[in-house]
Structures are given as C-alpha cells and as structure tokens.
C-alpha cells in the first residue's frame, strides 16, 4: 500500500478549475492536471457554477492525472477530495442539482447577513459556528432562498457544496466531512454535530444536509465512479476536506503558531491551532482540518486582482512590469493610501459594502505610486488579517506563503515588511491539492498525525522584510482602520448610487 511507486490524487475542486495533484507519501508531487469551467455571473450579485460542468472538468482531470501516473508506473493508491468552501446548491430526493451552485463570490444575502448581524442572534452564531456572518456563508444563503425562493426551498429535499455532490457521484455515499462542514455557519465547533440554532435561522432540518464524517473517513470508489473515471471500482475515497485548511496542510503549517499565507486574485492568512476559538471581537473565522487541528484567520476579497485590474484600467498587457514600475516607488507612495475594496472585504470586516479609496491623490502622482499604493493596501489588509489572529488568541511565528501573485517579487516584498517577519516562500504547484493528498495518507495509515506533515514540506527561500518599509507600514496601518471606519457609511450610499450610474 506504500511502495515509493504508490501515489494518492488529491482532487482540488476550485472556483475556475479543478486541479488534481498525485503526490506520494512523503509529498512528493509526481504528476498535476488541471481542467477549468467558467464561472457564471450573469445578474448583479449572482456568482454560480453550472453542478453538470464542475464535475465533468473534475472527472476529466481525474482521469488525466490518472494516466499520467500509470504511463509513469505509479500505482493510485486512493484518491481525496478537497474543493472550495462555501458553495451551495439545492437537490432532489434523487439527488440532481434543482439549482446552480452558488460560490463564495455569490452576494444575493448581502441583506440577509446585514440583518442578521445586526442582531445579537448573528454574534451567536459566529463564535458558536466559527463561520463569518457574510453573503459567503451558506447559511446566509439559505435564507436567501427560504424568503425569496419559497416554492423551491419547500422543493428541495437536500442541500449540500459542490464537493458533497462530486463524492457522491464517486461513491454513491451522501457526506460531507467536518472540515467543509465547518465553513458553512452551520457547524457547532463545539461538538461538531449540525447546530439547532442555525439551522432553525436557515430554515432547514438536519436530515436535508449530507451525513457528517471525519475528514479521514475511507469510503469507496462505486462502479459508476470506477466508470467514470477509470479507476477500479472499491479504491478507497477519502472524505477530505474544504480547500483553506488543506492548504495548510499543503505547506506544512500545521502545528500551532504555524501560518499559510496565500495570494492569489484574492488572499489569507490562516495560523494553526489546537483549538477552536474566534475570540471576542468576531473579526476571524475558524475551520476544521482534523486530528485536531483547527485553523484560524481570515480571507481577503481583493488580492492579486488589484494589480490585474489596474494594468487593464491603464492598458498594460504584463502585470509584473507595472508591478516592478511600482516597485521603483519608495514605500509610502508619495503620501498615497489606498483601500483596495474593489469587491467589498471579507477579513477583519467581514463587509460586502465598502468601496475602494485612494486618500491623498494629488497632481504629481503618476500610475507608479497608485499601483503601489494599491499594492500596498493589500499588504495591510492581510496585516490587519494578522492582527486579528492575535487578538483572537492566535500565535504567529512562523508564515508559509504561497500563490501566483508571488511571481512578481513585488508581493513578496510588501507583505514581510507588512508583517514585519520573514516569509518562507513555499512549493507553489500543489497547494490545496497536495494538501488533500497528504490528507489522504494520513487516513490509509502512513503517518500517525497530520502534525507529522510539518516535517515533510520544506520552504524553498525566504524573503526578509525590509526595516524602514515595515516601520512605515506599521506607522500606516492605523490610518488604514480610520479611514475604513470614517468611510463606512458612505460606502452604503454609493451603493444606493450604483443603479444610477449603470
């Protein structure tokens, strides 16, 4: 079950593609393929996946990445789901889709979480579920539904994530695992069971959710999973798990005080814990990974896609040379701060409200100290993320970064000084996917806790911050939280102006 030929293939079903890793016991990655789908946003607010073109791009990646090892000699061991948190999608007792899936980018209950944290109701409910009152969350959807969709909601005999329905379609089995679970809202962290007060906000019974598991749970391959992609029928399936805290996982930053930096076209920050907790101020979420481990951070909306928006708005084809123009810009850009809310915010704020700001514009500023300051509010925000972490009894000591946005050395750059520590710059290839993989070992037995991992993936460099630019981005920041807080009412008005102005 474990000869050095042997691989798992973690299955990283994500926002734009499914990505499948074959990564042996020792995280060595042997193979990757890759299959996209379009993401659909169609009507203001609306952010879905077609369920029929998700799971036909993961069982072809499934099947490549399959190939691909048995033309290498190596055996599949198992396979182990991993995909995006926060998808939902309504079934029937037959389990077919009655909806699209709605993604984390889906706003529709952006009333329905302002009303609900406008209630004490809606505190509750984050320190108890560890879940951000947000549109994000599948709870605050699942209102959506019951009070503008009423006749499909009484429709609906199942609700799951686009995870559960590719597991069943593998299996045949109607689960979902705690680490997934736990990014819904509806997830008590205390005891791990459905929590009767969410529900009872959603609006739906526990029986219309899939049956919960361990994230290490070894189910098996059906003959119409076998069929479809091309594996024997009774391999074993591992349950998985939600892609934020596999990628933790997939870095290594798994023992307490251990943080996963991820940049993308958006970001987070996720420190390892032992424990569940969001602390008082409701600022951090807090997921399941499993064996114990929880992870504690925050996620931001607005990452690398700042620098992709801002070389379209100037018509620029290469985003790394804008960024290394902005790069020749001290820190501080000329006195320029931005507040790069292109879409809304999630962490600290967990708010789908606010607009973007550039304070202190003045005639001598040219497109350098703007893409660098937008660079720059980036940094604080995940800064800001950090801060949160440690307020809410998070250590950081240790960040593992990783992401695409880090191919321009910019990014790298910014975020030590933000953080004022050094970044250990990790494999980039595998990320959630190598983080499903390893989960998947640690369920046929080859180590005794996914704690062991720590020690099996090793950063590649380091980057140190720079003194005088961490001095003044620690000097910033706290104009970054004025600025935000002064604005916020406005913010809504603006968004009463958007109808207007289309």
């Known amino acids: 079950m474990t000869t050095a030929r042997n691989v798992i293939l973690g299955v990283d079903i994500g926002t734009s593609a499914t990505k499948v890793v074959a990564a042996d016991r020792n995280g060595g990655i042997r193979a990757i393929a890759e299959h996209g ?3 659909h946003i169609e009507k203001d607010q609306e952010a879905v996946h077609d369920p029929g073109e998700v799971l036909h791009g ?6 490549s990445c399959a190939r691909t090892c048995a033309e290498q000699g190596s055996d599949v061991a198992g396979l182990a789901l991993g995909g995006a948190m926060h998808t939902l999608l309504a079934l029937d007792s037959a389990h077919r889709p009655l909806t699209p899936s709605l993604s984390w980018a889906d706003s529709r209950a952006t009333g329905e979480a302002r009303r609900l944290r ?5 505190r509750a409910l984050h320190q108890a579920t560890g879940t951000p009152v947000h549109p994000m969350s599948p ?10 969709e009423p006749g499909l909601a009484a429709r609906a005999a199942h609700w799951c994530g686009l995870k559960d329905l590719a597991l069943f379609h593998l299996t045949g089995r109607f689960v979902t695992e705690y680490s997934s679970a736990s990014g819904t809202g509806l997830l008590s962290l205390a005891n791990l069971a459905w929590h009767p007060a ?10 219309q959710l899939p049956e919960l598991v361990a994230p290490t749970e070894v189910l098996a391959l059906s003959e119409r999973g076998a069929q479809a992609t091309g594996l024997p029928a009774g391999l074993p399936v591992i349950a998985g798990g939600a892609d934020g805290p596999l990628a933790n996982l997939g870095v290594g930053a798994v023992l307490p005080g251990m943080t996963a930096l991820s940049l993308g076209s958006s970001g987070a920050l996720r420190v390892a814990r032992d424990a569940p907790c969001v602390g008082e101020g409701c600022q951090v979420f807090c997921y399941a990974l499993g064996d114990g481990v929880w992870v504690l ?3 931001i909306s607005n990452g690398g896609l700042v620098g992709e928006w801002a070389a379209d708005l100037v018509g620029e084809d290469d985003v790394a040379d804008l960024m290394e123009e902005a790069a020749s810009v001290p820190p501080g850009a000329h006195g320029l701060l931005a507040l790069p809310y292109l879409l809304g915010e999630r962490a600290p704020w967990w708010d789908p409200e606010p607009r973007g700001v550039l304070l202190g514009l003045r005639r001598e500023h040219s497109r350098a100290e703007i893409i660098r300051a937008l660079a720059e509010g980036v940094a604080q925000q995940l800064a800001l993320v950090r801060d949160a972490v440690v307020a809410a009894g998070g250590e ?10 880090f191919r321009s050395p910019l990014w790298a750059t910014l975020l030590a000084a933000a953080l004022d520590t050094e970044l250990e ?3 980039d290839r595998g990320g959630s996917g190598l983080g499903a993989a390893l989960l998947g070992w640690r369920a046929l037995g080859a180590f005794d806790s996914l704690c062991d991992v720590a020690e099996l993936v090793r950063p590649r460099y380091l980057v140190h911050p720079d003194p005088e630019t961490a001095r003044q981005m620690a000097a910033a920041r706290p104009m970054v939280r004025r600025v935000y807080a002064a604005l916020r009412e406005l913010s809504e008005d603006c968004a009463m102006l958007a109808p207007i102005v289309e």
């Not at 993961?58 to 099947?63: E, G, M």
């Not at 406008?118 to 809606?122: A, K, N, P």
């Not at 709870?139 to 503008?148: D, G, I, S, Y």
């Not at 969410?198 to 029986?207: D, G, I, P």
Request: charged content about 20%; hydrophobic content about 50%; cysteine-free.
């Open 198 to 207: 969410a529900l009872e906000t959603a609006r739906v019974r526990a029986e």
């Open 118 to 122: 406008g209630e004490g109701l809606g």
């Open 58 to 63: 993961a069982l072809a990646a499934l099947r």
């Open 139 to 148: 709870l605050t959807k699942l209102m959506w539904f019951a009070e503008h």
């Open 396 to 405: 950081v000591r240790v960040v593992r970064a990783t992401g695409g946005a």
């Open 297 to 299: 951070g925050g996620a």
């Open 37 to 39: 789908y379009p993401l």
């Open 425 to 427: 710059m990790a494999e």
